[in-house]
């Protein structure tokens, strides 16, 4: 069965310094992975996603993700953190058949100190 | 068009109790998803409709909940006889139909979160 893990439920980082979130798949085949961004209120907005090419993807936001194949990773990262990122980070990870085969980690909660 | 939008955005009823939720997608998209989302946890899929057709129905899905959308365009969630445990984020989502998810994208609803008392 697939899975997510993220490890770091809550991580507080300054505004400007870089900043890197952790992700952690179980799947059989190669997966679709996904980075979402969950601000108060909000809904939860499609940073990224990769399937396939350079295992680095480019994302909205200045966020950037690496997709590590050995490690079973696909950790985000973004090299300066403003104010408004304090949000809820999920990552996640499916098949191609469609979002209803989508597994979700438990999220990363970013507080951003001035 | 401005996304999807649900309705209400905050319920508080009493246990036993029936709830509705309303859902409305972006127009031209087929597919509509609901999720629900606890405290500290990330979303789990709940079931989801191409067009009026309900294709997939989570085992969490139990008997008290059923979705419906009627002429493919809006949805509703309905959970009879709420219990203290349905309290959750309840979230839906839209996308068009493609032949993998990297040609498109699910849209997300500012969800209704529900409490039972």
């Known amino acids: 069965a697939q899975s997510v893990t993220q490890p770091d439920i809550h991580i507080t980082v300054s505004e400007g310094a870089s900043l890197e979130l952790r992700c952690n798949y179980s799947?059989?085949?190669?997966?679709?992975l996904f980075w979402y961004v969950q601000s108060p209120g909000q809904g939860l907005q499609l940073l990224l996603k990769?399937?396939?090419?350079?295992?680095l993807v480019q994302g909205i936001k200045g966020f950037e993700a690496e997709f590590k194949r050995s490690q079973s990773s696909f950790n985000l990262r973004k090299p300066s953190v403003h104010w408004s990122d304090a949000a809820e980070y999920f990552c996640?990870?499916?098949?191609?058949?469609?979002?209803?085969?989508?597994?979700f980690g438990i999220g990363t909660k970013l507080q951003v100190i001035p | 068009d401005t996304g999807v939008s649900q309705d209400p955005r905050h319920k508080i009823t009493k246990r036993g109790q029936n709830v509705t939720f309303r859902c409305d997608p972006i127009?031209?998209?087929?597919?509509l998803y609901w999720y629900r989302q606890t405290l500290g946890q990330g979303p789990e899929f709940l079931t989801y409709?191409?067009?009026?057709?309900?294709?997939?129905k989570s085992r969490l899905l139990s008997d008290r909940f059923s979705a419906e959308r009627p002429k493919g365009s809006f949805s509703t969630l309905e959970i009879q006889r709420t219990e203290q445990g349905d309290s959750a984020m309840y979230l839906c989502?839209?996308?068009?139909?493609?032949?993998?998810?990297?040609?498109?994208?699910?849209?997300f609803g500012q969800g209704t979160r529900l409490t039972v008392v």
């Open positions: 989502a839209s996308s068009i139909r493609a032949s993998t998810v990297m040609n498109t994208e699910a849209f």
């Open positions: 799947y059989g085949a190669t997966p679709y």
């Open positions: 990769y399937f396939s090419g350079d295992t």
């Open positions: 996640a990870v499916g098949p191609s058949g469609g979002y209803q085969k989508v597994t």
């Open positions: 127009s031209e998209h087929n597919r």
């Open positions: 409709f191409q067009n009026e057709a309900q294709l997939e």
